[in-house]
C-alpha cells in the first residue's frame, strides 16, 4: 500500500473513543496551533483580503471551517471557505478498490487571483497535496497557493513543503499518526503509535 | 465491479455509491475546464449496434471528461455488415488492448456474451428488450436529487411496458433503493407473466391510471414505440393518448411534490402531453444533464480501480 493511502476514513458519529497510543496533541494543543496558524496567514497575507480557505476531505474540511473562525476571531473578516476533493486526482487509483468522492464545495468567489490556503490534516508522503494542486489547476488559477497542516510527519516523497505546520511530529514510516477532530469523530486529539 | 450487465448484479450499497459519485460529477459539469485526469490512458470503445443519441454521446462525453480515449463504432460501416460474425469482431476489437466496450445491441443478453468472450470490462447500454442499466441509475439519481431518499416513495411506471428495457432496470433499481412501485399499462402492454413477477418482487400493477396518479411522487412515463403502432396493441394513438397518455387534465391529479419523468425520446401527444413534458415539474431535461454524471460515475466505479481488466 503506498503511504498516501493511509488516510483514515472517518468512523461514524458517535464512535468517541481514542484511538489509543501516545497522545501528542490534545484538543486545547489544536485549538492553539490553529489561532497561531490564523495569525500566521494574516500576518503572510498582510490581512485577510483574497484568502480562500480549502479542506481536503476528511479531516481538513472542519480544520479549514476551524481556521476561518480563528481568523474572524482576529480581524472580524469572513473569508471564504470550502472542501476540495481529490479522489479523482490520486495517482494510486488503481491499486485501490473505487470509493466514493467526497462533495467539492468552492466558494461562489472562485479561485481566481485568490490566495488559497489548502488545510489538511497530516502532511506525509505529499501525494495527497500534489493530487490538490492538480484539482486546483483545474478550477482556476489562484494568485498563489499556500499549505496549512495540522501535524508535518515528514518522509515526504515529492518536493513540496507546507507553509504553516501544528507540529512536526518526527516519526518512523511504521507509526501510524492519528488525528480526531470533534466534527468528524466525536474526539479530540493527536496520537501516535 | 468489473462489469455493469444489470442492475440484478448490484448490491443497494452499489447503487448508492454509484449515485453519490454521481452527485461529485455533476459538479464537474459546471466548471469552466471540464476535464479530470482519472481515466488516463484507458480506451473505450462505444459500440453501437442500435441507433441511440443520449446514451451514446454522453457515454463518449463521460469519457472524454475523465480523460479516456473513446471511440465509437456503429453497426453500419464496420465489418458487421461485411457478414462477420459478432464474437470475431468483439475479439478483434479487444486484441488492440481496449479497457471497456459499452456495447448496445438489440438482442438480448449480447454484452453478457461478449463478457464472457473477452477480459475488458463490459458496460449494458441497452440490450434488446432486457435492460438498460445505466438509464435506471441516472433516473433514480435524477429522482434522489428531486424527491430525496427514495424509501417509501411511490413511483408509477407507465407506458410500452412489454418492449422496455428500461422497465425492467428501472423496476430492479427502485426497488433496491426502497421505493413503492406500481406499472400501469394497457393489458395488451403488460409484460406477459407479470403477476407472478409482482407477486415475488413485492410491486403492484395497474391498468388505471386516473386511479394512481394521486397516491404517487413520481411518475415515469415511457415511450410507445410508434413503429410497433400496427402490432394490435392497442386500437388507435389517440385512444391510448386518451386512456394511458399525461395530458393536461391529468396533470391535476398529481400532488403539488410529485415529478415527472421521461427517458426520451418522447412522443409529444402520444404518452406525453406537451403540457406535462415542459411542465415545472418535469423532470425530462435533468435526467439528460444527469446522464453524463452517472456515467462518469460508471466509468469510475468500473475503471479506475484495482482488480480490472489489468
Keep these: 500500500m503506498s503511504p498516501a493511502r493511509e488516510r483514515e476514513v472517518a468512523p461514524p458519529r458517535g464512535a468517541a473513543r481514542p484511538p489509543g497510543g501516545r497522545e501528542v496533541l490534545t484538543g486545547d494543543d489544536i485549538q ?5 496558524i490564523a495569525h500566521e496567514i494574516l500576518e ?19 480544520l479549514a471551517h476551524r481556521l476561518a473562525v480563528a481568523v474572524a476571531g482576529v480581524e472580524g473578516a469572513d473569508v471564504p471557505t470550502g472542501s476540495l476533493d481529490i479522489t479523482m486526482y490520486r495517482d494510486d487509483l488503481r491499486s485501490q478498490p473505487t470509493r466514493a468522492p467526497e462533495p467539492m464545495k468552492v466558494p461562489a468567489g472562485g479561485v481566481d487571483g485568490k490566495v488559497v490556503v489548502l488545510v489538511d490534516d497530516v502532511l506525509y508522503s505529499g501525494r495527497t497535496v500534489r493530487a490538490a494542486l492538480d484539482s486546483l489547476a483545474d478550477l482556476g488559477r489562484p494568485a498563489s497557493v499556500r499549505l496549512a497542516v495540522l501535524v508535518d510527519r515528514g518522509h515526504r516523497e515529492l518536493p513540496i513543503r507546507a507553509d504553516y505546520v501544528g507540529k512536526n511530529l518526527p516519526t518512523s514510516r511504521s507509526e501510524r499518526v492519528m488525528v480526531r477532530l470533534h466534527e468528524a469523530d466525536g474526539a479530540e486529539g493527536v496520537w501516535i503509535a | 465491479m468489473k462489469h455493469l450487465l444489470s442492475i440484478a448484479d448490484l448490491s443497494a450499497e452499489e447503487i448508492t455509491q454509484v449515485l453519490d459519485t454521481a452527485v461529485s460529477m455533476h459538479e ?25 443519441t443520449r446514451t451514446r454521446a454522453s457515454f463518449e462525453i463521460a469519457g472524454k471528461w475523465m480523460s479516456a480515449d473513446t471511440i465509437n463504432l456503429t453497426g453500419k460501416g464496420t465489418s458487421v455488415s461485411k457478414g462477420e460474425s459478432l464474437r470475431d469482431t468483439v475479439l478483434t476489437i479487444d486484441a488492440m488492448g481496449v479497457d471497456m466496450m459499452i456495447i448496445r445491441h438489440p438482442a438480448s443478453g449480447a454484452p453478457a ?11 449494458n447500454a441497452g440490450d434488446g428488450t432486457h435492460e438498460h442499466p445505466s438509464q435506471a441509475l441516472l433516473d433514480a439519481y435524477t429522482l434522489r436529487r428531486a424527491l430525496g ?5 411511490h413511483v408509477a411506471i407507465v407506458g410500452d411496458l412489454t418492449h422496455s428495457r428500461v422497465l425492467r432496470s428501472n ?32 410491486f403492484e400493477t395497474s391498468y388505471d391510471l386516473d386511479a394512481v396518479l394521486p397516491t404517487v411522487d413520481a411518475v415515469m412515463m415511457l415511450r410507445v414505440q410508434r413503429e410497433r403502432m400496427s402490432g394490435g396493441y392497442f386500437p388507435t394513438a389517440r385512444e391510448y393518448a386518451v386512456t394511458y397518455g399525461l395530458t393536461a387534465r391529468r396533470l391535476g391529479l398529481l400532488q403539488d411534490h410529485a415529478v415527472i419523468a421521461h427517458p ?5 401527444g402520444l404518452e406525453i402531453s406537451a403540457d406535462a413534458a415542459d411542465a415545472a415539474r418535469s423532470l425530462v431535461l435533468d435526467q439528460v444533464s444527469a446522464g453524463v454524471a452517472v456515467r462518469m460515475s460508471i466509468l469510475y466505479h468500473l475503471l479506475a480501480g484495482e482488480g480490472d481488466a489489468q
Aim: hydrophobic content about 40%; overall charge positive.
Design chain 1, 44 to 62: 503572510g497575507n498582510k490581512g485577510p483580503d483574497d484568502l480562500v480557505l480549502l479542506g481536503i476531505p476528511t479531516r481538513g474540511v472542519p
Design chain 2, 264 to 268: 426520451g425520446p418522447m412522443n409529444r
Design chain 2, 171 to 202: 423496476l430492479l433499481c427502485l426497488r433496491a433503493l426502497g421505493a413503492q412501485v406500481t406499472l400501469v399499462a394497457p393489458p395488451t402492454l403488460m409484460p406477459s407473466g407479470v403477476a407472478a413477477w409482482a407477486a415475488a418482487d413485492g
Design chain 2, 113 to 123: 456474451q461478449i463478457a464472457d468472450w473477452t477480459d475488458c470490462s463490459i458496460v
Design chain 2, 28 to 52: 464537474v459539469q459546471d466548471r469552466q475546464v471540464k476535464k479530470l485526469p482519472t481515466l488516463r490512458g484507458r480506451t473505450i470503445i462505444n459500440f453501437f449496434f442500435e441507433d441511440s
Design chain 1, 32 to 36: 492553539r496551533a490553529l489561532k497561531r
Design chain 2, 149 to 153: 431518499d427514495l424509501r417509501g416513495r
